[in-house]
């Protein structure tokens, strides 16, 4: 008996290992080929490597410095404002739709969903119809509010299910204790939903980060971000230079996930540190 368990081990613990490699693989060759193409100028089937590599995507990527510099950092602007108001909006949503009854309560939470349910072209499109009646199309203030559409039930499911397991409890008693409203919430809860806050921040980030249609859409090409240069290249059969402009999209979303893991990680650390201290 004691040897079939062991065995039966073995075996559970060589299958385990077999899918995390497959995983594995399966996750890191994509970067890899990624990674590749940015200095390859052929690669023809069925050949495993490059037949001919070249610098050319990175050259050229380095002499047009000024304007991606530029469309860049406009890209970060609008994505940081969209996290901004996605997580206070969502925040404040969150806390309605957990802690409170009301009138609505039910056609609030199908809203925050709806944008999961309608396909993403049929939304677009609603979204362009109604922004040109309103004045809002071709500007930067249409592309971040069509962006905080699309990014914010990302934010207020988060913030749901943060707000769920903190609970008002302590709220409740700091109150008891004499602390108003806001003040219970800000020097109480908001310590706890810090962490959340955080993924819900970066989570609303990379979706604005990494719209195409919808800005294309709505910025009428005159909105220049970053996936709007980037996704012309490979549809152009660019593809070394729209692989140098994915490595940096994909460098600026393990950057802004790891900064902000990091960030939670060791809030979580120093919250928990005082609680037992």
Not at 43 to 62: H, K, N, Y
Not at 96 to 119: C, N
Not at 198 to 211: D, E, G, K, N, T
Not at 228 to 249: D, H, K, T, W
């Amino acid at each position: 008996m004691v040897g079939d368990e062991i065995k039966m081990k073995k075996r559970k613990a060589t299958v385990t290992n077999m899918v995390l490699v497959c995983f594995v693989f399966i996750m890191i060759l994509p970067v890899f080929v990624l990674l590749l193409w940015t200095v390859t100028e052929r690669w023809a089937w069925p050949d495993l490597l490059p037949q001919v590599f070249s610098l050319r995507a990175l050259e050229g990527i380095c002499q047009k410095g000024g304007t991606l510099t530029r469309i860049f950092l406009s890209s970060i602007m609008i994505s940081f404002v969209v996290a901004v108001l996605s997580v206070t909006i969502g925040t404040l949503t969150a806390r309605a739709l957990v802690l409170y009854e009301f009138r609505g309560k039910g056609l609030i939470h199908f809203l925050t969903v709806l944008p999961f349910m309608v396909p993403a072209t049929v939304f677009a499109m609603g979204i362009q119809i109604t922004f040109i009646k309103m004045g809002l199309n071709n500007t930067v203030m249409g592309v971040a509010v069509s962006h905080l559409i699309c990014s914010l039930p990302y934010a207020v499911r988060l913030m749901m299910d943060g707000t769920a397991a903190v609970g008002d409890r302590l709220e409740e008693q700091a109150r008891v204790l004499g602390a108003s409203v806001v003040q219970a919430f800000v020097r109480v809860t908001l310590p706890l939903l810090v962490p959340v806050l955080l993924s819900a921040f970066s989570m609303s980030y990379i979706v604005s980060f990494s719209q195409y249609f919808l800005t294309l859409l709505i910025g009428g090409g005159q909105v220049k971000t970053f996936t709007v240069v980037m996704v012309p290249y490979l549809q152009s059969g660019e593809r070394n230079i729209a692989c140098a402009y994915s490595v940096i999209f994909l460098g600026v979303t393990l950057a802004v996930f790891g900064i902000f893991e990091k960030i939670a990680d060791r809030w979580s650390r120093n919250l928990d540190t005082e609680f037992y201290t």
